[in-house]
């Protein structure tokens, strides 16, 4: 097993601004998991840039489509570079490797010059044009090979990861739809899952996005029922997060708000078990993860143990013992005090009563 340390790795915004820095000089190689949003990036930088967007895929392409094929010229064999390669105009473009790890040796071997030199045989690429390439990583169990260490040292490379808050953000402007925001707002694990074993469906935000499309398309013919949603979610995410994201999407999930509203509102809090459980998971994902902090503003602060003492009253026995326990301390921080001690005499078995001071 290796024991090299990994690379620090970077948002997709992150990413795309290295682009627009380097990409002129420098080749840069992006390896993440699959279903990131890589060659999404690419394509928004080089748009941004006023760039052409050339790709080819390393899995579908031979050496000589990278190095050109040879033609006589007098008493000479010249190779002439592929078109996509080097364009006729002159101007700059964005060249775009998708899948580089995944090519066959001969082929990344082909690509050597290219990536330090900016030259294909004699000819070189117009000033200015980006060099970009995107893969996934070799413990992804995707289709990759080893990658040379002559071709490593000729790129920049750049490990990207998700970035929860920048997804949503996306996913928002993109359209995606609002149960989805919300589940993967409640659970960021399943924004991107662990590659499994094998091969079936899994969490990736390339799958969420795709699954919004798909459910979007099934409702516009009026078939997203129980059933078709199911079968969607199931054909593309994780088993985990398909089974839980249709059985909360039965229960108002697009509905579901951030841990501090029901705090501010017990109102709000929602009425099915399934939904109830979700939320007070959640909000022990929050005190754990100190994301559910106390106001600091003095004035926000004077009201705030009723108004946490009003949320733990409005919750049945045992949702109000779950979010109770092993944050006791945490709870009484913010104010509980008759609510929660009654609720821990009722689980030891002690009378209730006044809290008489005692917390």
Not at 5 to 21: D, F, G, H, W, Y
Not at 106 to 132: H, M, N
Request: net charge negative; charged share 25%.
């Amino acid at each position: 097993m290796s024991t090299t340390p990994p690379l620090p790795a970077v948002t997709l915004s992150q990413a795309k601004e290295l682009i627009r820095c380097l990409a002129d000089t420098e080749s840069v190689l992006l390896l993440s998991p699959p279903g990131v949003g890589k060659s999404e990036i690419v394509r928004q930088a080089a748009r941004e840039a006023g760039l052409e967007l050339r790709s080819l895929l390393g899995t579908q392409i031979a050496p000589e489509d990278v190095s050109g094929v040879p033609k006589l010229v007098g008493n000479r064999a010249v190779f002439c570079p592929p078109r996509i390669l080097l364009p006729e105009d002159d101007k700059p473009f964005c060249l775009f490797l998708d899948e580089l790890p995944a090519s066959p040796p001969d082929v990344q071997k082909a690509f050597y010059s290219l990536l330090l030199e900016r030259r294909i045989g004699e000819y070189r690429l117009p000033k200015g044009t980006w060099v970009v390439a995107a893969g996934n990583r070799s413990e992804d169990r995707a289709l990759v090979r080893t990658l040379s260490s002559a071709l490593i040292n000729r790129v920049f490379v750049l490990p990207v990861r998700v970035d929860l808050e920048e997804w949503l953000t996306w996913a928002e402007t993109n359209g995606v739809r609002p149960e989805i925001r919300s589940f993967v707002k409640y659970i960021p694990q399943a924004l991107q899952r662990p590659v499994p074993p094998d091969p079936v469906p899994f969490s990736t935000p390339r799958a969420w996005a795709m699954l919004s499309r798909d459910m979007q398309l099934a409702e516009q013919a009026g078939k997203l029922t129980l059933g078709e949603r199911r079968a969607l979610a199931f054909g593309r995410l994780t088993p985990h997060d398909a089974g839980l994201f249709c059985a909360l999407c039965e229960d108002g999930l697009a509905e579901l708000r951030d841990a501090r509203d029901y705090i501010e509102d017990p109102s709000l809090l929602p009425q099915s078990e399934t939904a109830m459980w979700f939320v007070v998971n959640r909000i022990r994902q929050a005190v754990n993860s100190f994301q559910l902090l106390v106001p600091d503003d003095p004035q926000a602060l004077a009201p705030f143990p009723a108004k946490v003492n009003a949320f733990l009253a409005a919750m049945k026995e045992e949702f109000r013992f779950a979010l109770l326990l092993d944050h006791v301390a945490f709870w009484a921080t913010l104010g509980a005090s008759e609510v929660m001690l009654d609720t821990l005499k009722t689980v030891t078995g002690l009378p209730a009563g006044k809290a008489n001071g005692a917390a």
